[in-house]
Every structure is written in structure tokens, then in C-alpha cells.
């Protein structure tokens, strides 16, 4: 219980020695060219499989495959219900059942029951999280899922220059909007297949935003305030996120997709991004950043920011050897000299691994999601690899 | 406070511990210590805490300081703290499954007929819809971190449930809501009015019934914040004190929207009017012999008892203390709870428990009657 | 899925007092029906970067190794219907909350040998908290909530000086924020916003706390809010948001874009950073160079200095007292 109650926010740390820490952080710390274990660049990823569309049963479906052998499956249906009216008033009654039936996966009915008519409801995407070895009310499922269910709904399209709607004008919310009295419920569930071998939010993230972009929904036949139907022919359903019409000319990068997560860690003065398990165990600051195309301005905008529990806190510190009893006598005077490290401002013996103290420089910060944001960065290489994947 | 060298002689004089380690070590002997000090002190005996046997802890109230509830008081005893909080929501009549069976009739029939006394059969109709439609939900959480033992995330601990069915029961017992002040009428318009303009003689007499449309439900949620003992009669001033503050707003059926709808009008809503003010005060019994409780499997018959009052002629051997704080609570086996209300200045007992021991007899409970009724005294001016 | 059976288990739960079995409904009030006049909102009369007053006392809870209570000076509208009580819906809430810690204390046998301090934090509303009651299982805000905590505290406290022990950190809501203001209806950036009040609060309540517990830090954390906010109708969407500090998300009309953090001054480090919310289209004041983001996040650390300020009053008294006794 405790052991996973540490692992809490951040994915179990691997049994690294002292030695093997001090390594690894000297190494990744490294100005300005760190040394990852696997050879990548600081912003390079590791090398993934994906595919869209492999369940028939769902709305929408994708799975994500890592060279190291983590997989993770994401499928997305879709349910028509009925929308209850504003701010608890009137049709309390369905209140009431909606409350009934249970607490979502997101357990946001408690605080959120009332919704809108035009403008969608978070509460209306529901996002569920397995992970081998926890349970679905563990914290780290449920931090993760409300991590990634934030920034979905969070997300808000822009209007295109002349006025048109691109279709996504109140976001992913206000697409689900069917008219004043009917809604769609998205169920979102995310299926990792095997142990988590590094904290596996990109990974989750990444299918989920594919799995978005495949899911299509049925072709509303009626029209108005009447009750819904729907077009049984699922040729001409049409993509959540709409797609650019075949007809009409149109920039991909314009087009509203779902937002995506990312995991950046820094380790000394360094960023890097898509860290591994033995990289997070190291880092002075884990970050989630949430990222989103804006379709006005072409670059990029931040959704989310979320610190993430470095695991390096939890971590064994070395014992230098001016300290170490079996080391008496055998160390020169002067070896062991603390120098005062400049990115966490405190004072440390190298290649004695201490366990991070403290928070982040607010520079820090900025500088994790300057790189995430700028022009040609990592957030529009990510977007753009995604964007290659062949959908539906 | 006594020091411990001489509060206890029986410690060598050589081994002097500050008085907070004598308390942890040997907790019986230091209570003890202080309540039979020895003859040549000339001290009066006096609990551990500094109070006297029959003394109760400082008490507050307050009421009305939550705002997203109907009724909330937060009451402190000492150092154990309550807030309690009434939230009321409907029940409509739709809902209860027997509903239209049952109860709508005969009800409905007899406030109509009973007017303003206070039948038996409405006191009956009263309860009965209280308990049965489970109109009053008390549940006391002891998940705060108020103690060490406790642990959060844990369900209910058996003192929890305990708690929370001791005070569903008392409030039942005492009836102190009255049902009608949850039951939310409605008169359906007269269809016939038209009709009965033609016909002069027509009357009221098929007039339709009032009906009971819906009732309120109060949701009488305590979170014990701080414990150091004696939390029934902390939770129950708490209940008590926010049951007074519980305003419920006025509540009709609204017949385009098939609903109730209420007013959210401060001088339309009404205050409950309670049946009474019950007053809870707890004790426990501590005895000179640590080991009294454990050798206590055999109840002893009534010459033993004599002799048992014969040797107490000699020192006191037990001690029957108010309102005991956790320390004290640890110590003792036997309790006793006392609740009463006074009508027109006679005291009026509405429960009284006793378990644990045998030590209590009826000239015991007669005195704890008493200082409960002090203390009920006390508590009004606590309560306001 | 698990989540029939859950809620299931909590309406049949013969551990606690069940309520009517076929659910209750909460009060509807007639003024909801109409559409409710402008005139009557919560309005923030506070300006932009001044902070709510904060009462903060340690030590009230003797049988905890360290205790606090929080609450937040209610807002002005608040304090008007407190006064003058006229209608029975509170126009907003201010937080109150209270914090136990229990520990260090050895870790159970069972548990795995960790040389570190390990930190369990629990934080649970009331269910009179909020708006809308709550169960009495904690859901899943509540327990993101709690990691939140864990994070912001985990950086503060020298956790390698106890190995083999944990300390548990519980915090009851009392009283809890709003989202938006009651009469209006959730706009397309409506989110969970009063919760980043309590978790501001509930960090500088738990600091408190572990200090009173007399465990080392490096120093007091203290938590804050900052939001872009935009209280024009919305027909006129001409302004853009303007940047305030500890904002009641009662007292504004739309919310774009939220953050708190934990922040530890004498460092300058942050240890919890949460943002959310689309912060694109705000527009700093001219001859600020700094993008929304991090304009949100110096807010953010400028009502925790405001917190921390509190803070350090509250344990120099309740030293002080000590020192008296």
C-alpha cells in the first residue's frame, strides 16, 4: 500500500544505486549536449508504432506501440443522452438519475450536475484509466486521466478569420452539443497492456489524441429541436474533429485536433523531452504540458501546465567518502569538496548522488515551455509526426 | 496541578519524572494520585485535568457560520470540537414507492381532522413518517485526522457507527422534529369552482384534500474536527444547536413545471420548531482498583453488595467524573449517558444508559440526574 | 466497469445512515426559473493584486502532532448577506478548512523500507462543503487534489531525516469555493476553477500544519491564485482579460484562465504548478514582454508572498504562546 502510495503521482522508481543516479544525472546535466542512456537528442522521442481504427465495436480506436515493448490501446464511444437544463432547475428529475447512475469516471457530477445547452459541459466527457497493478481509483490513474481530460475539455476552437465556424467554435464541449435537449457522452478508455516501464502519460496521451481523431460520429438525420436520428449509414458519418471537406482548399495546420500532452523533465540546466524511466529518476522537475494547435495565430497554445512529483525525491542519497567509515583515511583531503550546483542552488559533492530537494526557478519553468512552444519546436514536431498518421 | 512526588508518595523520591512522563507510564496511578491525595496533604481531590469530579469542560457554540447549509453549529467541549451541518433536500411522494398506498390517505385525514391538538394518532403518523421514510439522516465521521487510529481513508470506524446510530436513535426518540414542519402541502385548485357557483348548495364539502406532495429530508452530517473524549455529547450540542439554526425555505408545488419549487425569500422561510431541548451529558466511572474491570464477570448478589457498602466506609474507591476527556476515557471500563429536557422547570429524563459495570446503582443515577439537570441549566446559556 | 458498484455500494452502505432509498432532490428555487438581473451578481470590490484577508491559527487540535485552520475572509458580497440576510442563496463562499498531521510515526511492517519520509495526504470535503453536497466517498477531484498537496509539500520538507516513517496529513473541507457565480450558466470555459482556491488553501493550511508538527522544511510553502479574467457581458467581447490575484470565481463573469502554485520565497522555487485554461488571447498591459503564462505564474507567486506573509504570522504567535506557557 505504501510503496504505491509513493509511487503516487510519478511511476515506480527503479532500483538505481547511488551511484547509478549521480552517474545519470552528471550525464544528462551535461551543458548544453546532455548524454541520454539511449543515445536521443534532448527533444527526440523514442521510435513508436501507431495505428488507428483496429476496434470495429467503438466510435473510434487507436493503439500506440513503444520500441520497449509498452502498448497502449484507447477506444472512444460515444452514447446520445439527454441534457439537463440549466443550473438545477426543471428537469431535476433527470438530475437525479444522472447522479444515479453513478459517479463518472471523472466523478465531476458532484460539482458540475448542472450544464448548459449551448455551451457543452465537461462533465460530458468521461475518461476512464487502466493500468496493470493499480486499481481505477488509485492516484496515479485517476491524476492521469484527470490530467488528460482537462486539457481535452478545456480546449476551445477558434472562429476562423471571416466568421465561418470551423465546427469546433465552444471547442470539443460545444461539439458535443446535439441540439437544447440532446448531447453526446464521449467514453473515453484508455487500456495500457503492460507494465508501466516509464510514467506513461505520453504514451496515453498520444494514443488518446489518435483515437480522437479517428472517432466518427453517426450523421444527424433530424433537424432542429426535434428528438434525434440518425443516419445508419456509417459512410457518411462525419469525424469528430471535422476534416477538411474534399472540395475546398485547406491548410491541415488549421484544422482543430485534439490537444496532446507532454512530459518534460529538466535535469540540471538542461530540457529534455519523452524522459525514460531511468531519466525521470533523476530529474529536478517533471512537467505535463498540454498543447494545442491555435487555429488563428498557427503556432501553438498552452492548455495545461501540471508539476508532476519527481521521483528523484524519494530516491537513497550516496555517502561521500569523507563520510564513508570503510573509506576512512583512504580519501586525500580536498577530494570530496561541495561546489555549489547552479540549477538547484544547493550544495553538493559530485558524483555523491543527493536527492532533490526543493522546487523549480520560475526561469525553469518558462524555459520548459518556451521549448515546447516556440516555432519549430517540439510541440509542433510532435503535431505534425501525428498529423502523418493515416487516419480512418 | 500536583507535583508528582507528592501527588504520588509511592514513587521513591529518588526516580523523579516530570509529571507528563508519570502520566504516560503509569496512567491509572497518577489519576488516582489526584483523586485520593494522601490525608496529610490536605488537598481536595481533584481530577488529573483540574476539574472536579462533577465538572464539566468549558463549553461554546456557534451557529450559522456555514454558509451552503440550512442550519450549521460548530461546539466545542474542551478540546473536542464538532461541526455540524443540516442540509435539507426534497423527497417527493413520487418517489416512495408505498407511498400511494399507504400513507397518503390517512395521513392527509387526519391533520385535516385533528386540527391543532396533539393526538396520539398524529404523534404516531409523526414518527412513523420520520422513521419510516428515513426523514432525518444523521452520519458522524470520525475521518478528519481529529485522533491518531483513525485513519482517513478507511470506512466508518465502529465508534463512528456507533455514534451516528446513538443519535439517530435519540433523535428519534425524543422526536425532537416534528413532521409537519418537513411535509410540503399542496392544495389542488378547485376544478369544480364554476360548477359549484351554479349549485349554491354545493358546499365544500367535495372540496379535493390537501395532499403531501413531497417532504424534506435533512442530512445531518457532524465531522467530530478535534477529539479529546466525550464526543456524543459534543456531536449531539452540535446537532441540536444547528437543528435550532435549520431554516427550510418555503417550499410549493408548482403545477406547469411538475415540480416543487421553493422561495428564496429569508422572511418566507421558516425555522423548525423542535420538540423541546434535549441535553446530553455523559460520565464515566473510575475505579481505585486497575483491575476492578477485568475480575468484573460475576455479577455479585445482594448480601455481597451489602458488604461491599460496608467496606466503603473506608477510602473512596471509586470515582464517578463528569464529562471525561480522552485520557480519562482510556482509563475507565463503566459509563453512564443522562439526557434530559426540562418542561417548565421539572426535569423530564429521555434516555438513560449505562453499561460497562455494575458500580452505578439507582442512588448514583439519581445524583447523575441531578447534575445532568445543572447542566442542562448550563447549556441553555450556552445554546442561547 | 468498477463504477456502477461503487456508487452502489455508497447509496446501500450499511455502514452509514442511508437517506431515503429512492434519493433526495436539492431545493429549487423559483429565481432560478427567471433569468436573473446583472444587477444582483457578486462583484469584486477588491482591487486586481489585493488580497482576501486570511485567518490562519495552529495548534487547535491538541491530539495531532500539528493542526491549523484556515479560512478565507468572505467576500464582500458575502459579508452584505451575513449582515442583512435577505435571500436563503449565498451569493458566494469562502473557504474554511482544517488540517491534522499525525507523525512521523514508524511505517507498518508491511510496508516496503523507504529512507525517506513518506507522506500520505487525505483531503476530503464535507458533504455541507460545497454547493451541491458531496458523498461520503471521496471522488476522483478530491483525490487529484490530494496528489496535488503531496506534490507541493513533498519539495518543502527534508523528507531524508526520517527514514522508515511517514507522517499523514488530513484535511477537512469545511466550506468550499464556487466555479462560477450560482445563476449563471457554465460558458464554454468553465471548469472547476473554485478548486484551485482550495488547493491554494489547503497548501498554505497543510505548511502550517507540518511546521506546527515541528518537522523541517526548507521553508514555509505557501499557495496562491492568480486568473485572467473577463467580467464583461458577452455581447461586448471588445476587452480583453485582465490579469487579477486570489480572484472568487463567484465574483467574475468568465474565468479563461487559472493558476496556483505552491511557492517557497526564501528559495524562490515553486513545488506545485498547476495552469489550465486557454491564456491565448489575453492582452498584458503595453511594455509587457512576458507572455500570459508566465504573467499568470508571477501572479500566482505574488498572492502566495501574500499567504506566506500569513503564514509566518500565524507560527511567530503560536511560538510565542508556547514560549508564554
Redesign the interface.
Known amino acids: 500500500m505504501t510503496a504505491q502510495r509513493q509511487a503516487s503521482s510519478a511511476a515506480q522508481t527503479p532500483h538505481l544505486s547511488a551511484a547509478e543516479l549521480s552517474y545519470l544525472y552528471t550525464s544528462l546535466s551535461l551543458p548544453n549536449n546532455p548524454i541520454r542512456p539511449d543515445g536521443r537528442s534532448p527533444t527526440q522521442f523514442r521510435p513508436l508504432a501507431a495505428e488507428c481504427d483496429i476496434l470495429p465495436g467503438t466510435n473510434g480506436s487507436a493503439r500506440i506501440g513503444f520500441a520497449d515493448g509498452t502498448q497502449a490501446i484507447v477506444g472512444v464511444k460515444a452514447e446520445v443522452e439527454k441534457t439537463t437544463l440549466t443550473a438545477d432547475t426543471l428537469d431535476a428529475r433527470s438530475l437525479s438519475l444522472q447522479s444515479d447512475l453513478g459517479p463518472s469516471g471523472d466523478g465531476r457530477e458532484g460539482t458540475e450536475g448542472s450544464s448548459a445547452a449551448t455551451g457543452g459541459h465537461g462533465s460530458w466527457v468521461q475518461m476512464s484509466i487502466e493500468i496493470p497493478g493499480f486499481r481505477d481509483d488509485d492516484a496515479l490513474p485517476v491524476f492521469l486521466a484527470e490530467m488528460m481530460r482537462e486539457s481535452l475539455v478545456g480546449s476551445v476552437g477558434g472562429k476562423d478569420g471571416d466568421g465561418i465556424e470551423r465546427g469546433m467554435a465552444g471547442g470539443l464541449k460545444g461539439r458535443l452539443v446535439i441540439n437544447k435537449r440532446w448531447h453526446w457522452r464521449l467514453y473515453i478508455d484508455v487500456l495500457l497492456l503492460s507494465q508501466p516501464l516509464s510514467y506513461p502519460l505520453p504514451l496515453l496521451s498520444l494514443t488518446t489524441h489518435l483515437a480522437l481523431l479517428s472517432t466518427k460520429l453517426p450523421k444527424l438525420k433530424s433537424q432542429g429541436e426535434e428528438d434525434p436520428f440518425f443516419d445508419d449509414d456509417w459512410a457518411v458519418a462525419e469525424y469528430l474533429y471535422p476534416r477538411a471537406s474534399a472540395g475546398l482548399k485547406f491548410n491541415p495546420s488549421q484544422q482543430v485536433r485534439p490537444p496532446v500532452t507532454l512530459l518534460v523533465i529538466s535535469v540540471g540546466e538542461n530540457v529534455i523531452f519523452d524522459p525514460n524511466r531511468e531519466e525521470i529518476a533523476v530529474a529536478d522537475a517533471v512537467l505535463a504540458i498540454s498543447v494545442t494547435r491555435d487555429t488563428e495565430s498557427q503556432g501553438l497554445k498552452l492548455l495545461t501546465i501540471r508539476t508532476i512529483d519527481p521521483p528523484s525525491r524519494l530516491t537513497q542519497p550516496g555517502v561521500p567518502n569523507s563520510e564513508n567509515v570503510n573509506m576512512l583515511g583512504a580519501t586525500a583531503p580536498g577530494e570530496s569538496v561541495a561546489v555549489l550546483n547552479p540549477a538547484t542552488g544547493e550544495e553538493e559533492i559530485p558524483g555523491v548522488w543527493r536527492p532533490r530537494r526543493g522546487g523549480v526557478k520560475r526561469s525553469v519553468i518558462a524555459g520548459m515551455v518556451k521549448t515546447v512552444l516556440k516555432k519549430g519546436g517540439v510541440g509542433e514536431e510532435v503535431l505534425a509526426g501525428l498529423e502523418g498518421v493515416q487516419v480512418g | 496541578m500536583t507535583s508528582p512526588a507528592t501527588a504520588a508518595p509511592s514513587v521513591p523520591p529518588s526516580l523523579s519524572l516530570p509529571p507528563s512522563q508519570f502520566a504516560r507510564l503509569q496512567p491509572h496511578a497518577y489519576l488516582l494520585a489526584h483523586l485520593s491525595p494522601p490525608p496529610a496533604m490536605n488537598q481536595p481531590s481533584v481530577r488529573a485535568n483540574g476539574r472536579a469530579a462533577s465538572q464539566f469542560r468549558v463549553t461554546s457554540a456557534n451557529a450559522g457560520s456555514l454558509t451552503h447549509t440550512n442550519g450549521s453549529a460548530v461546539v466545542r467541549i474542551g478540546d473536542t470540537a464538532a461541526v455540524c451541518g443540516v442540509r435539507a433536500e426534497l423527497l417527493h411522494t413520487e418517489d416512495i414507492a408505498s407511498w400511494s398506498v399507504s400513507q397518503s390517505s390517512s395521513a392527509t385525514n387526519q391533520s385535516n381532522e385533528a386540527g391543532g391538538q396533539g393526538t396520539d394518532a398524529e404523534n404516531e403518523v409523526d414518527r412513523a413518517q420520520i422513521e419510516d421514510l428515513n426523514l432525518l439522516v444523521p452520519n458522524l465521521s470520525l475521518s478528519t485526522g481529529c485522533a491518531p487510529g483513525f485513519i482517513p481513508s478507511a470506512p466508518p470506524s465502529a465508534l463512528a457507527q456507533s455514534l451516528s446510530h446513538q443519535i439517530l436513535s435519540l433523535l428519534h426518540s425524543t422526536r425532537l422534529v416534528k413532521a409537519d414542519d418537513l411535509r410540503v402541502w399542496y392544495q389542488p385548485p378547485n376544478l369544480e369552482h364554476i360548477e359549484n357557483e351554479m349549485d349554491v348548495d354545493g358546499g365544500s364539502e367535495n372540496r379535493h384534500p390537501r395532499e403531501i406532495k413531497a417532504f424534506w429530508v435533512l442530512y445531518i452530517d457532524i465531522m467530530i474536527i478535534s477529539l479529546a473524549g466525550n464526543a456524543f455529547d459534543a456531536a449531539w450540542a452540535s446537532v441540536l444547536a444547528a437543528l435550532r439554526d435549520t431554516k427550510l425555505p418555503k417550499a410549493w408545488w408548482d403545477v406547469d413545471n411538475e415540480t416543487i419549487l421553493c422561495s428564496e425569500d429569508i422572511n418566507e422561510a421558516h425555522k423548525l420548531s423542535l420538540r423541546g431541548m434535549p441535553i446530553a451529558s455523559s460520565f464515566c466511572v473510575f475505579e481505585a482498583d486497575a483491575a476492578a474491570g477485568w475480575r468484573a464477570v460475576v455479577i455479585p448478589d445482594a448480601e455481597e453488595q451489602n458488604a461491599e457498602k460496608q467496606k466503603k466506609k473506608g477510602p473512596q474507591s471509586r470515582w464517578i467524573l463528569a464529562d471525561p476527556d480522552g485520557y480519562e476515557e482510556g482509563l475507565t471500563m463503566e459509563k453512564a449517558c443522562v439526557v434530559v429536557d426540562k418542561e417548565n422547570g421539572k426535569t423530564v429524563i429521555l434516555k438513560m444508559e449505562k453499561l460497562g459495570g455494575w458500580t452505578i446503582d439507582t442512588e448514583d443515577l439519581r445524583q447523575l440526574v441531578d447534575i445532568s439537570a445543572q447542566r442542562w441549566d448550563e447549556m441553555k446559556q450556552i445554546l442561547g | ?4 458498484p ?3 455500494l455508497e447509496m446501500n ?1 450499511r ?19 427567471e433569468s436573473s438581473s446583472a444587477a444582483d451578481r457578486a462583484r469584486r470590490e477588491r482591487q486586481p493584486t489585493e488580497l482576501r484577508k486570511i485567518f490562519l491559527k495552529t495548534g ?5 502532532s500539528g ?1 491549523s485552520y484556515l479560512e478565507f475572509q468572505p467576500s464582500a458580497s ?1 459579508a452584505a448577506a451575513r449582515e442583512t ?6 451569493p458566494s ?2 473557504l ?1 478548512l ?5 507523525g512521523p ?1 514508524p ?2 511492517r ?3 523500507f ?3 519520509l ?1 507522506l ?1 495526504t ?1 483531503v ?1 470535503y ?11 466517498i ?4 478530491e ?2 487534489l ?3 498537496l ?2 507541493a509539500l ?3 520538507i ?3 531525516r526520517w527514514p522508515k516513517s ?1 507522517i ?5 473541507i ?2 468550499a469555493e464556487d ?1 462560477r457565480w ?11 476553477w ?2 484551485m482556491n482550495v488547493l491554494a488553501g489547503c497548501i498554505t493550511a497543510a505548511s502550517a500544519a507540518i511546521a506546527d508538527a515541528h518537522i523541517d522544511c ?1 521553508d514555509l510553502v505557501a499557495g496562491g491564485v492568480a486568473a485572467l479574467v473577463s467580467d464583461d457581458s458577452g455581447d461586448s467581447s471588445t476587452t480583453s482579460p485582465r490579469l487579477m490575484l486570489d480572484t472568487d470565481p463567484a465574483e467574475h463573469r468568465s474565468i479563461m484562465s487559472a493558476c496556483v502554485v ?3 520565497p526564501a ?14 488571447k489575453a492582452a498584458l498591459e503595453n511594455g509587457d514582454a512576458r507572455s500570459a ?2 504573467a499568470l ?2 501572479g500566482a ?1 505574488d498572492a502566495a508572498r501574500g499567504a506566506y506573509s500569513v503564514l509566518g504570522d500565524a507560527l511567530r504567535e503560536s511560538v510565542l504562546q508556547t514560549i508564554q506557557s
Not at chain 3, 487547535?60 to 495531532?64: T, V, Y
Not at chain 3, 440576510?85 to 449565498?90: A, E, M, N
Not at chain 3, 482544517?98 to 499525525?102: F, G, I, M
Open positions: 466497469m468498477l463504477k456502477l461503487l456508487i452502489k452502505d455502514r452509514r445512515i442511508n437517506g431515503p432509498p429512492g434519493g433526495t432532490r436539492p431545493a429549487v428555487f423559483a429565481s432560478h426559473l487547535l487540535i491538541p491530539s495531532a493542526s458575502l440576510p435577505k435571500s436563503l442563496i449565498p463562499s469562502a474554511k482544517a488540517c491534522t498531521v499525525h510515526k511505517l507498518p508491511s510496508a516496503a523507504s529512507p525517506n513518506v500520505t487525505h476530503k464535507a458533504p455541507f462543503a460545497a454547493r451541491k453536497r458531496k458523498g461520503h471521496r471522488d476522483a477531484s483525490r487529484d490530494g496528489v496535488h503531496e506534490t513533498r519539495g518543502a527534508i523528507a531524508e511517514g499523514d496529513l488530513t484535511i477537512t469545511l466550506e466555479d450560482w445563476a449563471d450558466a457554465p460558458d464554454s470555459h468553465d471548469a472547476s473554485g478548486m526548507l505552491a511557492y517557497m528559495r524562490d522555487e515553486i513545488t506545485e504548478l498547476w495552469l489550465k485554461g486557454d491564456s491565448s503564462h508566465e505564474i508571477d507567486v
